[in-house]
């Protein structure tokens, strides 16, 4: 018995002492792990290098020594050696590859960079960060193709990414073609990149992009692509303006909804949203002139614009551009109505040329208290005459008002 209990304790005392032992160890590794990653937390190249060498199978703390070597001590030798050493431990890192190949770029080693690359798209084919980075090694190492082909996998996987993605392609292709065929069918994409050609000065590639929208299926918001038709008015082009116009209500049943068959005026009867682009009102507040939609007051339609005046005012803020035809006849209607409107001068509606500002027509003026009463005027437009202003305005302006006006049931017809 005393053999087999002298036995038996040293068997527990082996045990305590490997057990000891062991904890030791696990305490001492978890120790050193601690220590390498405030060392590495420290970023500079000094501690890097110290995190290293207590961790030399961290392929996370090679790849940090590396990017440290590159972009700040420029130590591109170095830099290869820890990137490459990242990579082995651990070849299923894209983020590794990307690495190494920026040190084999900053180094002049084009070759062993797009090896690199290459390696680092097979290993993760699909994640839009690694097809974006991927892209942008490939287009530096004038592989058009394969980079083209990334930048497509990024746009298609995250459409965030593309204000940096067109402009980089803009900025080294010039060519809507090619870019054109990277695009997914995301018409929010292809408005994008519109809006970049035309911040570019480069009107006649937006529009090539613009019928290129036109043509896909998915549908989309028609307040998104508004800003197009203003670019053209801003650019006097009317009727580019009014084509796009007609192009985009096609893709709307909702923008339609603003159009009246043979009528210039879009929304006369103040029943839709006002847009304040495009062709539809738009609208900028003035000192002294409140505008609401009225729904107790109507000559139609169940609403009409009112605008009461206080002190004084002349442009009311309200305006649309209009497309005519030069030398042409035209009837300018609306139905109006006022109450207690005091002014030696009351409103009236205009129409001036949009680019000179030389009024072409306007109707008689309203004051008073008055029912609803049909004003119209008629005009011939100017040889070169394009783009009409409507408003409603006083002139002087600066004389006293105060008041109520209500117009409604606005039209302007050719005769």
């Known amino acids: ?42 970023s500079d190249q000094d501690s890097l290098e110290r995190a290293v060498a207590l961790e030399p199978q961290s392929a996370e703390y090679h790849d940090l020594l590396c990017r440290n070597l590159i972009f700040v001590t420029e130590q591109t030798s170095r830099a290869t050696g820890e990137c490459m050493k990242a990579s082995e ?5 894209s983020t ?16 062993r960079s797009s090896v690199a690359v290459h390696k680092a798209v097979a290993v993760d084919p699909t994640t839009p960060d690694t097809a974006w980075s991927a892209a942008n090694f490939l287009l530096i190492q004038g592989d058009l193709p394969a980079a083209l082909h990334q930048f497509s996998i ?14 980089t392609c803009w900025q080294s292709l010039h060519d809507t073609t090619l870019i054109q065929g990277i695009l997914p069918p995301k018409p929010d994409i292809y408005l994008s990149l519109i809006e970049l050609l035309l911040a570019k000065g480069e009107p006649a590639a937006a529009h090539q992009i613009w019928l290129a929208l036109m043509q896909l299926k998915p549908p989309f918001d028609y307040h998104q692509a508004l800003f197009y038709v203003d670019n053209l008015l801003q650019a006097k082009d009317a009727d580019g303006a009014e084509k796009t116009w007609e192009q985009l209500a096609s893709k709307s049943k909702t923008l ?26 738009r609208y900028t ?6 505008l609401t939609l009225d729904t107790n007051e109507f ?5 009409s614009l009112l605008l009461t005046y206080s002190e004084s005012g002349g442009d009311s803020g309200l305006f649309e551009y209009v497309v005519v035809q030069p030398n042409t006849r035209y009837q300018l209607t609306a139905w109006v109505k006022s109450q207690e409107l005091l002014t030696a001068n009351g409103p009236r509606l205009t129409l001036s040329d949009a680019f ?9 003026e309203t004051a008073g208290s008055t029912p609803w009463h049909h004003l119209d005027t008629e005009f011939r437009t100017g040889p070169v005459t394009k783009l009409l202003v409507l408003s409603i305005s006083r002139v002087p302006a600066d004389t006293r008002i105060q008041g109520q006006f209500w117009v409604d049931d606005i039209s302007l017809r050719p005769m």
């Open 1 to 42: 018995m005393a053999l087999f209990s002298k036995q038996g304790s040293a068997e527990r005392l082996l045990s305590l002492v490997l057990i000891l032992s062991g904890s030791a160890t696990y305490d001492w590794l978890a120790i050193r792990g601690y220590r390498a990653q405030r060392l590495a937390d420290r």
């Open 285 to 290: 507040p003035r000192p002294h002139v409140a």
């Open 299 to 303: 000559h139609s339609d169940g609403r």
């Open 96 to 111: 590794y590859w990307l690495d190494l190949a920026q040190a084999y770029l900053s180094s002049g080693d084009n070759i």
């Open 256 to 281: 339609q909804a603003y159009l009246r068959p043979g009528d210039l005026i879009v929304d006369g009867s103040f029943t839709q949203e006002i847009l304040n682009s495009g062709f539809d009102w």
């Open 356 to 364: 000179d500002n030389k009024l072409v027509a306007s109707t008689d």
């Open 154 to 167: 990024a746009l298609r996987g995250d459409p965030g990414l593309a204000a940096p993605i067109l402009n």
């Open 89 to 93: 431990l651990n070849p299923y890192s």
